[in-house]
């Protein structure tokens, strides 16, 4: 049993296009995966799918046994904890500096502001931005900022990782790097799920490869 | 778990944005203010003229007049009979000589009187009813003397007092449906604060959805938004009403002054400054929940 399982799981919009069709597949524990395929294959619907933004149209989505389609909201926000999201757009908050931002998620968790601080600081130093704490996002480079995002996103040691092209706005080197990262993330446990076009970088990063398009994996899925 | 720290942080942030939109948090004090001061005022109003009809000596009563030339043996006996009746304080009978020493007394007509064979004046009497009593009462302690032997006429006072009393009963209506009016006003003007306060941090909220923040999370910081926009209006109408009762100070106290009585404003008091933040407080929060409930379920995280 994977700890993710799609079952027939289709994403039909109001305006009548399916985003994903009859999708199948299941991911291990502790594996890291790549999704790729063409722009409007499906690759962020699965993702945000699977982050329940989104509702099924049709199908289940199990995680770790859980159908998290049937979730209610606070269990869904309680199920969201568990699962680490790194974005294009990386989504930080201008008016907060670094460490604030990164301490988000520990704050919503309702952790003690001195183990958050040891936290933060240990994310940061795992990314490299410990020197950069209290800057605001806007004074960082694009690279550093995304490198924030992936802080934010294992500073709670989530079980899960997800990233929706999260190398989309760096340059060949910076995205080697924070593939890298997401390999040390893998390395300790966590499941990783990572969506992106660049086909050269992923297939240099020899982890299994499931391809989509037009909604449907067209090929490489192996179950993890 | 840190729910104090947490609360203590996004209470502070909160002051924070608070102070930052000064200009606008200004007046949003206001209008939440004014709002407030108005049934406020009026509640006030109403107290005073309470306070007012029950310290002074001016409760209703019943005037007994009596045929001329009736018994002073029958006058004695109606005051008697009104003097048992449970309602009645007191009762102050005034013979028919007595009325005629007073009015040559008074009237000037003393030489005038003198020539006269008889006394024409009747005599009379004044019940006074006991605190607390209502005018029905005032009509059955009538009622039990009208067809009283050399009883001529009887006439039931409806004292300046008790029209006092009954302008103050308007009042006090008048305060509820003011008051609930206002309220919905106050609770509006702050939900459509919050409500902006909540567009202008939708990237925050989305984030904090996809961090798994709870709706009570997401909330939270907007309640302390409409707790705080309530509490400055409740202190921005206790200043109004502080600014009108010293502009008004002076007249009043020279129209009591003319009834005898010096100015005391009853009610201003500690406790009804803090009812009065409480009230904008809670009002606030109000406005806030409905802000929130509306906009929250409806956000878009990506």
Redesign the interface.
């Known amino acids: 049993m994977g700890q993710i399982e799609f079952h027939g799981v289709t994403k039909r919009f109001d305006s009548g296009f399916e985003a994903l069709k009859d999708i199948t597949a299941e991911f291990a524990e502790g594996s890291m995966t790549f999704l790729t395929g063409h722009s409007g294959a499906g690759k ?1 619907t699965f993702l ?1 799918l699977l ?1 329940c ?1 989104d509702r099924v149209t049709r199908g289940q989505i199990l995680v770790n046994g859980i159908n998290v389609t049937q979730l209610k ?2 269990r869904l ?6 699962v680490g ?1 790194v ?1 294009q757009d990386h ?1 930080l ?2 008016h907060r500096n670094i460490f604030d931002n990164v301490a ?2 520990l ?7 001195r183990e958050v601080g040891r936290r933060v600081r240990a994310a940061l130093s795992r990314v490299g931005l410990l020197p950069k704490e209290r800057l605001l996002p806007q004074f960082l480079s694009t690279g550093e900022q995304q490198r924030v995002g992936i802080a ?1 996103a294992v500073v ?1 040691r989530p079980k899960i990782l997800l990233a929706d092209e999260p190398t989309g706005n760096l340059d060949p080197e910076l995205s080697k790097n924070i593939m890298e990262l997401f390999r040390q993330f893998n390395e300790v446990g966590t499941t990783v799920l990572v969506a992106s076009h660049d086909r050269a970088l992923i297939e240099s990063m020899g982890a299994p490869i499931v391809e989509l398009a037009q909604g449907r994996i067209v090929a490489g899925h192996r179950g993890g | ?3 104090w ?2 609360h203590l ?1 996004i209470a502070a942030e909160t002051m924070r944005f608070v102070s930052a939109s000064l200009g606008t948090s200004f007046l949003v004090w206001l209008l939440v203010g004014i709002a407030l001061a108005l049934p406020s005022g009026l509640l006030l109003l109403q107290l005073n003229l309470a306070e007012m009809t029950s310290a002074w000596d001016g409760r209703p009563g019943l005037s007994v007049y009596f045929e001329v030339g009736a018994e002073e043996s029958s006058v004695r006996a109606v005051g008697q009979q009104l003097e048992a009746h449970p309602h009645i304080e007191r009762v102050e009978i005034t013979t028919a000589a007595e009325a005629l020493a007073n009015f040559q007394a008074h009237s000037g007509l003393a030489d005038a009187l003198e020539l006269l064979d008889e006394n024409p004046l009747p005599a009379s009497l004044r019940a006074v009813l006991k605190a607390g009593a209502s005018m029905p009462d005032l009509d059955a302690a009538g009622a039990s003397v009208v067809d009283a032997e050399a009883v001529a006429d009887l006439v039931i006072e409806k004292t300046w007092m008790q029209r006092v009393l009954d302008a103050s009963q308007v009042v006090n209506r008048l305060g509820i449906i003011l008051g609930l009016l206002f309220g919905v006003g106050a609770v509006l003007v702050t939900a459509t604060s919050v409500r902006l306060a909540i567009e202008s941090r939708l ?2 909220l ?10 009570g ?1 997401m909330r939270r910081p907007f309640l302390y938004f409409g707790a705080f926009y309530g509490f400055g209006g409740g202190l921005v109408a206790a200043m109004l009403i502080s600014l009108c009762l010293v502009l008004i100070e002076n007249p009043l106290a020279n129209l009591l002054g003319s009834y005898g009585r010096d100015l005391e404003t009853a009610g201003f008091d500690p406790i009804f400054l803090v009812g009065l933040l409480c009230v904008g407080g809670l009002l606030g929060v109000i406005g806030a929940l409905l802000a929130a409930k509306q906009r929250l379920v409806r956000l878009e ?2």
């Open positions: 962020s945000k982050l933004l909201a606070k926000a309680y199920y969201r904890r568990n999201t974005f989504h908050l201008a988000l998620p704050r919503v968790n309702g952790m003690r502001e934010r709670t | 778990m840190s729910w720290q947490d942080r990237d925050e989305r984030v904090l959805k996809l961090v798994g923040a709870t709706a999370q995280v990506l």
